[in-house]
């Protein structure tokens, strides 16, 4: 045997197997990116849809859309594995059978795993909550950054993620579930005619409700609940609002700061933890110059 023959015909298997090796590694990168690429136009198709609607769909979109590249780039990247293992001309048959026994062993002592899994996928089914969302659970309250059948992201008020595992997520209180009703407390005087001070915020509000910064915030009121509390050298009104999920907090606020300017314009006094807060005092009159300057 020629020695040099054989020697090519080794370079030229170890070639072939190289090509076919990368062409398996091409069609697994190529089949994500696909997937990808199909996984994004579902998710473009029910945005157009949601415009005009419900921006919880778009969250929802956005939530499926994330769990499905994670599942459908791990499937694929496993494929190509066991593809490019039949390629290399190994048994693959021996080593399935072996990762199922050691499947059935492991199943065993995951258990918290597949919890996890079982109730990440509850959670995307049953639309709890999205990504995008304001939500307390476990103990931490922050927007929903990442959800997959692993575990869900959060990132707090001061910009911390949290971490965690869904099989450990027991009650989930989601914040910006479709609306929301901010409530306003507002301590005034005693020293005050109660509906004096009723009448001035509710010709307030009239103006509140159609300034252009609420437009696409407010879905209903503010309107004025009451009084809500007296106590000693106060008492509370309590006003509420619906709002559009994301907006709560900044409708409140813009309410408050509307609220303080109209009743120190008008000379209402607010009641503090350190007595009673009135318009503010006029500035001393100058001194008279004396006479013979």
Excluded at 8 to 27: D, K, P, Y
Excluded at 44 to 64: L, Q, V
Aim: charged letters at 20%; zero cysteines.
């Amino acid at each position: 045997m020629n020695p040099l023959l054989t020697t090519q015909e080794q370079a030229f298997s170890i070639a072939t197997l190289a090509v076919r090796l990368g062409l398996v590694a091409l069609a697994t990168f190529v089949s994500v990116r696909i997937t990808y690429l199909l996984i994004g136009r579902i998710e473009h198709a029910i945005r157009d849809e949601a415009r005009g609607a419900e921006a919880a769909r778009e969250k929802r979109a956005k939530t499926i859309g994330s769990v499905l590249r994670s599942v459908s780039r791990g499937l694929i990247i496993l494929i190509g594995v066991l593809m490019a293992v039949h390629e290399l001309g190994l048994d693959i048959t021996p080593a399935l059978a072996a990762a199922g026994g050691f499947g059935v062993a492991a199943g065993l002592g995951a258990q918290s795993l597949i919890k996890d899994w079982i109730a990440g996928f509850f959670f995307i089914q049953d639309n709890q909550f999205a990504v995008g969302d304001v939500i307390r659970v476990a103990g931490v309250s922050g927007t929903v950054e990442m959800l997959t059948l692993r575990h869900t992201e959060l990132r707090d008020s001061e910009g911390f993620i949290h971490f965690i595992p869904n099989g450990d997520i027991k009650v989930v209180t989601n914040l910006t579930k479709s609306w929301s009703t901010p409530l306003v407390r507002i301590p005034i005087s005693l020293v005050e005619d109660p509906d004096r001070v009723i009448a001035v915020i509710e010709a307030m509000l009239a103006n509140f409700r159609e300034s252009p910064r609420m437009k696409g915030h407010l879905l209903e009121g503010p309107r004025i609940l009451g009084i809500d509390d007296v106590s000693t050298g106060q008492f509370s009104l309590l006003l509420q609002a619906k709002t559009v999920p994301e907006q709560r907090l900044f409708v409140a606020r813009a309410l408050r700061l509307a609220i303080l300017e109209r009743l120190r314009a008008e000379g209402i006094s607010l009641h503090t933890a350190a007595g009673t807060e009135g318009t503010p005092p006029a500035p001393p009159a100058p001194a008279p110059e004396d006479e013979g300057r």
